[in-house]
């Protein structure tokens, strides 16, 4: 009989415990490059808007792709689901908080997706002159993802609350073969999510372009607390970018890492980058715009699973067009507008010419980096305590 021993604890940080060092050299703002490559994906700053029916909308991909970034419109919402899906849209927003997951239930559940509907916003999106993105479930992947390329998107993200490339189905279950699946989608294929270095490792050699990461941190997401999984950002970030960098040694093709979830101010967008990531995808700070599809509400995607909703919808508010939360001017405080200058601002403050150098940056753990000498912030409710 083997000798017992006790379980042993990693400890993890969130984008909130730690902080960025300054180095030795500042720049000029006007000279950082704040530009990222994923594939044929040229983007002028390094954020992509969450495929959520609260975020996304063709409307709002076509003003953050216009602006230089990505919105990623989720197949499998209410879009594709619903002709009038800003009728369906404002029904979710009025809903009684006491019959929300009921009622978001029936709408996921009381209209398939329609092929035509998918053709349709990919067209909306283009139409536009901004690229189309779009995303699906690893179930439906192979079905979304050929309807997708013929009507000329421009990328696929393959994204669920957790992705391996060894899953164990029933006898008879369809599982997508990931690596196959990439070769024969004429566009690139994305995939999330993850944050292990040794699945990140695993889900690049498949041939993916992209590896999004990160679980549970997401501000409408409760997999953590329904499920108990997930791993703080900094870490998952850090963990991630090390199979990134193990990959391009072994390989010398770079997959970049997106960081997705628990990012709410531009603050958190900077963090992410230092640890390693390559871009972000935010919700919540885009569910604040004028514009937003949710109505001034955020929820997320596993909300109306049929047998275990989790997320919640929550109220952010509406706090300014998608211009100003993306490019400004900001007027307010608390980091939520402005986010490419904030970023630009940041990389030039500790020495980072552009996203690449932004990952040597020196990063300290940081218990007190949210209360130390803020008491009259914390009091008055004021920048970073704003509410």
């Known amino acids: 009989m083997g000798t017992a021993s006790a379980k042993q604890f990693t400890r993890a940080y969130g984008l909130d415990e730690i902080a ?87 709408i996921y559940q009381g209209q398939s997706v329609k092929d035509s509907l998918i053709i349709k916003r ?51 279950q369809a599982i997508l073969d990931l690596a196959a699946f990439c070769k024969w989608m004429p566009i690139p294929v994305m995939v999330g999510n993850s944050t292990t270095t040794s699945v990140t490792l695993d889900l690049m050699r498949t041939g993916v372009a992209a590896v999004f990461v990160g679980i549970g941190p997401g501000a409408a997401c ?27 040694e072994e390989s010398g093709r770079y ?14 967008i900077c963090k992410a980058i230092a640890c390693g990531a390559d871009g972000v995808m935010i919700g919540s700070p885009f569910a604040k715009a004028a514009e937003a ?29 998608l211009d100003t939360i993306l490019m400004g001017p900001s007027n307010t405080d608390d980091g939520s507008q402005n986010l490419v200058g904030a970023i630009r601002t940041c990389l030039a403050t500790v020495g980072a010419a552009n996203i690449r150098e932004m990952h040597n940056i020196d990063i300290i753990i940081a218990p007190s980096l949210l209360t130390e000498g803020k008491i009259y912030q914390r009091a008055q409710q004021l920048g970073m305590y704003k509410k």
Request: glycine share 12%; aromatic share 6%; hydrophobic share 40%.
């Open 20 to 106: 960025l060092v300054p180095s030795s050299i500042t720049i000029d703002p006007d000279l950082v490059d704040t530009s990222i490559r994923i594939a044929n994906l040229e983007l002028k700053f390094p954020i992509f808007a969450s495929a959520m029916d609260s975020v996304v909308s063709p409307k709002t991909a076509g003003i953050i792709g216009n602006h230089g970034g990505i919105g990623v419109l989720n197949l499998e919402g209410v879009q594709t689901r619903y002709e009038n899906a800003d009728e369906v849209l404002q029904k979710i927003a009025g809903v009684d908080r006491s019959e929300y997951v009921q009622f978001m239930q029936s």
């Open 222 to 248: 409760t997999t953590r607390g329904v499920l108990g999984v997930g791993v703080p950002m900094a870490t998952t970030v850090v963990e991630t970018a090390l199979a990134r960098d193990k990959y391009f």
């Open 122 to 172: 990919i067209q909306e999106i283009k139409s536009q002159g901004a690229p189309a993105v779009v995303s699906s479930t690893p179930q439906n992947a192979e079905r979304l993802g050929k309807i997708a390329a013929e009507a000329g998107a421009d990328a696929f993200l393959v994204q669920s609350t957790v992705t391996s490339t060894q899953f164990r189905g029933k006898p008879g």
């Open 255 to 268: 997959v970049p890492i997106i960081a997705d979830g628990g990012i709410v101010q531009s603050g958190d």
């Open 293 to 321: 599809p949710g109505r001034g509400f955020h929820w997320g995607m596993a909300t109306p699973n049929a047998l275990l909703p989790r997320g919640a919808r929550i109220e952010v508010g509406t706090i300014g067009t």
